[in-house]
């Protein structure tokens, strides 16, 4: 053993000095501590001073202590690669033997201390401390047992990973038996930590307790009565992973697992509650649900519903009793981040808009945004949801009589909650509530103007989910009443309100789409008032509800008095952003929407937005460029202010066509986008690709030249893993196809493999396979020799993923490009005919040219076969495709 380092007193007193400071309220004081802190760091020893502190100096009082060992912790994140072994030792030591230190706030420090030398890769440079800690849990003494324990928490939530590999010889093949022995202890707190540390292994389905899963379950069970709340809290927890990982192991048990889980949501105990709450939202997930829950619904609908009514504590964080706050700035912090969803370029479809990506559930239960922490109310009324969609209109029988009493209470909270259950079942019981909802629209439209603010922001909300029934009466009976009242709740004078308003509206908006177009003038009206009243985080949601109304009307917006009403507020607000300011993100996203829907209205403003979108994307660049050779002084900038710039440019050149041709010959865009086109990061080549698709179709002649560069890497892009990126890189390809004409020849090699092996990939996106197919049909159009020999291997799915989008150009081109490649080879047709008549049969009407087409190529094959054969074949089509292709084309 080296001799003991001893502090020198006067250090000891200097230290003691900037401890002290540093529990000083004034920020000058602080900053000073700071900086002295940091040149105390040049000292080899100053760590031995601050553990010293910790664990030595019990005359001193335990915060000044803790925050010794604190600041230590720090140290050692951020430089313990560089400790002289003497001092790394020295901690190490010191921390063994005061794990068991008689008071609490001491132990947590030093198992805080051990953890953070543990997690920097230390578990295998100190082989001694697993062993030492399991062994110090048998001692006597209950401190050093908990201390102990509480380590050992820490060290299992942070390495669980590297505790089950071989780099440490299994340590867990001792460590969970150990664990398990302590769920009988006679202390609360380590019966706690001991369900606690197993419960790390759970999900990884880690195969020591895998071993134990049996003894680990009874004991759960023999703890589920436990007095103690951080108890029962762990084994809910535990349940709810077993429920995902060991569902066979739970299933014999499952009747008296439900019936505990139903008292645990009611525990008095929140934390407790939550947890368990949590067990049937995963429980939902699962195959089996609706066959073990289906008895017990009758008592879970209740307690569901109870546990969605605002807790005393919500109340006071949210200001319930604040009604008007409008006119108070908003806290910064409260802001949460916006995250920019690039352009993903869609087809229309039959009966119906675009369809959105199939991940994009932007609608779910988030109608309290402000405390977003997850609590009981949001749990109960997210699982209120995902049951709903369980067992649909049967949970309504439950349901119903409890709704009765909820909406039409006298008490604001209870009618509130059941506002909120209304929203929650919307999309599951849809069905089964359309002939209540009569009756209960008229009565939501009158909450909106309760006089409770907490009222109408969540009734906003539920009327947001039913908007798709209220679109489909007659607009008088639903829609203008809700719409009228929706207008004023966006002038609210509560900014939580004005908030679930904004958003509700631009629900209303996407599923009215041009039904709102003779209101027009009123919601312009009511969204650029908004604009002059607004606080901050509430303008950001603003900017969505324009760039909305703007999708969704489209050109009913250019007409002077309207564009008249919104571009001044919308260019102020442009002009006062800085480059650097991130509130750009929905300002751009906004814009974007209304350039596009303005098309030549947007003339008068397009010159300085294209340029600031331009600048954006070079500053960002060239910050990238910064921050790539020297990254000690430059930190990675920020692409997102590239990506919008480059979808509001997308949204230019989509909205003003040709006339962004000047625009683009004065500019050097295109060579901006050959580096964008190469970015490591998936989402700037997704929006470059998608800006290139929407240049070539305005203004090809400046993208021409450029097309020997862009077309190979458009190609090394054709990767299905990265789904948006390899459909926006797709359909550019046919778009620069259709412009090139036979030029396209050298370059239909270096993509068509990959185009064929897309379409014949099982499980690909609905977007994807349409956009594949029209740009295999149009490479096909523009170079049918090339394209036409592998006809055979992409006809099937080729047909079948065209059929169901609308008559379009792009449809229109993809079809020609389909009948030239089946005139150069008919046999690569003729086993998969019947797919080719079905696709044929699904154009409502197309050109008389392609219709010619589509009937020389039916006559054709019929004649070829003959009229018996023929009859036999087209015996087999069902009837509606019999009938219309008879009607049409006289086969």
């Known amino acids: 053993m080296e001799c003991q380092w001893k502090p020198d007193e006067q250090g000891l007193q200097q230290i003691l000095q900037l401890l002290k400071e540093s529990q000083s309220p004034d920020t000058s004081t602080q900053r000073s501590v700071q900086q002295k802190l940091e040149q105390l760091n040049q000292y080899p020893d100053f760590n031995n001073y601050l553990i010293f502190v910790l664990t030595k100096l019990k005359t ?130 380590i019966r706690s930590h001991a369900i606690a540390c197993v419960n790390q292994f759970i999900i990884s389905r880690t195969q020591a307790l895998m071993l134990h899963i049996d003894p680990f379950i009874e004991n759960l069970f023999a703890l589920a009565g436990d007095e103690e709340p951080e108890v029962r809290k762990n084994v809910c927890r535990a349940l709810v992973m077993l429920l995902e990982v060991r569902l066979d192991r739970l299933l014999p048990h499952m009747h008296n697992i439900i019936e505990y889980m139903l008292q645990r949501t009611q525990d008095q105990d929140e934390n407790v509650a939550l947890e368990a709450c949590e067990f049937w939202l995963t429980l939902a997930e699962q195959p089996v649900c609706k066959e073990v829950l289906c008895g017990h619904l009758h008592k879970l609908t209740p307690v569901l519903v109870n546990g969605m009514k605002y807790s005393e504590i919500d109340i006071i964080l949210l200001k319930g009793d604040v009604e008007e706050d409008e006119a108070i ?145 007659p607009p008088d009976t ?58 901050h985080k509430n303008l950001l949601i603003l900017y969505d509800a324009i760039g909305t109304l703007a999708d969704s009307v489209g050109h009913h917006l250019n007409k002077p008095e309207y564009i008249q009403m919104l571009m001044p507020p919308l260019i102020q607000k442009w002009n006062q952003l800085k480059d650097e300011d991130k509130d750009l993100f929905p300002l751009l996203e906004c814009l ?159 993509v068509l493999q990959q185009l064929v092996e897309i379409i014949n990939r099982p499980n690909t996106p609905k977007t994807l396979l349409e956009n594949t197919a029209i740009t295999i049909g149009r490479l096909g159009y523009v170079c049918p020799q090339e394209v036409a020999p592998m006809l055979q291997q992409f006809i099937r799915p080729w047909c079948t993923s065209l059929r169901n989008i609308r008559d379009n150009e792009e449809k229109d081109s993809a079809f020609r490009g389909l009948c030239t490649m089946i005139t150069v080879n008919p046999g690569g047709v003729v086993q998969d005919f019947i797919f080719f008549c079905d696709a044929v049969a699904s154009w409502m009407n197309p050109k008389d040219d392609l219709r010619e087409m589509f009937y020389k190529i039916l006559h054709g094959f019929k004649n070829q076969v003959g009229d018996e054969n023929w009859r036999r074949f087209s015996d087999q089509f069902p009837l509606p495709l019999k009938e219309r292709l008879a009607a049409f084309y006289g086969v």
Not at 507 to 519: F, I
Not at 640 to 652: E, Q
Not at 697 to 710: D, L, M, W, Y
Request: hydrophobic share 40%.
């Open 478 to 535: 639903y829609l203008k009443p809700l719409m009228t009242e929706l207008l004023k709740r966006i002038l609210d004078s509560n900014k939580r309100v004005q908030e679930a308003a904004c958003s509700a509206f631009a629900t209303l908006e996407e599923e009215a789409c041009t039904e709102l177009v003779p209101y027009l003038a009123y919601i312009l009206d009511t969204l650029v008032f908004a604009f002059s009243k607004y606080q």
């Open 329 to 473: 700035p908003d806290n910064e912090q409260d802001i949460r981040p916006r995250f920019h969803r690039s352009r993903t370029v869609a087809q229309q479809h039959e009966g119906g808009d675009s369809i959105e990506d199939e991940e994009d559930d932007e609608d779910d239960l988030d109608d309290d945004e402000t405390i977003s922490d997850w609590n009981l109310r949001k749990c109960s009324a997210a699982a209120l949801d995902v049951l709903a969609n369980v067992f649909r209109d049967d949970l309504l029988l439950h349901i119903l009589p409890l709704l009765k009493e909820l909406l039409f209470h006298p008490e604001w909270l209870i009618k509130e909650s059941g506002i909120l259950v209304l929203g929650a079942i919307a999309e599951g019981c849809m069905q089964g509530m359309i002939p209540y909802l009569p009756e209960l629209i008229p009565h939501l439209v009158q909450c909106l103007s309760d006089k409770k603010a907490l009222v109408r922001s969540i009734t906003c909300w539920t009327l947001s989910r039913y908007a798709h029934w209220v679109v489909s009466q």
């Open 592 to 750: 974007s929407s209304v350039a596009t829907a303005l098309q030549s209205g947007f003339l008068p403003y397009c010159e300085p937005v294209y340029q600031r979108c331009v600048n954006l994307v070079q500053k960002t660049l060239a910050h990238a460029v910064l921050h790539q050779t020297q990254p000690e002084f430059y930190e990675a900038p920020d692409k997102d202010f590239m990506i919008v710039a480059l979808d509001l440019l997308s949204g230019l050149a989509e909205g003003l066509g040709g006339n962004i041709e000047q625009l683009v010959a004065r500019s050097n865009i295109l060579t901006l986008m050959y580096q964008c086109m190469q970015d490591k990061m998936p989402e700037v080549r997704q929006s470059s690709f998608a800006l290139l698709g929407d240049l070539t179709k305005a203004c090809f002649q400046h993208v021409k030249p450029c097309i020997a560069n862009f077309m190979p890497i458009l190609g090394t892009n054709l990767n299905p893993e990265l789904i948006s990126v390899c459909n926006n890189a797709t359909w550019a390809i046919g778009e620069i196809s259709i412009q090139m004409g036979s030029e396209m020849q050298p370059y239909v090699q270096m």
């Open 60 to 189: 001193e009082d335990e915060p000044t202590r803790s925050l010794s060992g604190l600041i230590l912790k720090n140290n050692v994140k951020a430089h313990y690669q560089n400790f002289p072994n003497g001092v790394s030792d020295f901690i190490k030591n010191e921390c063994l033997q005061n794990i068991g230190d008689s008071s609490p706030l001491i132990r947590a420090t030093v198992g805080i201390l051990i953890t953070t030398i543990a997690s920097k890769g230390e578990l295998q440079n100190w082989p001694e401390l697993l062993p030492k800690l399991c062994l110090l849990l048998d001692s006597e003494d209950y401190n050093t047992c908990e201390g102990a324990f509480g380590a050992l928490q820490k060290i299992c939530e942070d390495s669980a990973e590297i505790l089950d590999s071989d780099m440490l010889d299994r340590p867990l093949n001792v460590m969970i038996p150990k664990f398990l022995q302590f769920f009988k202890h006679s202390s609360p707190k």
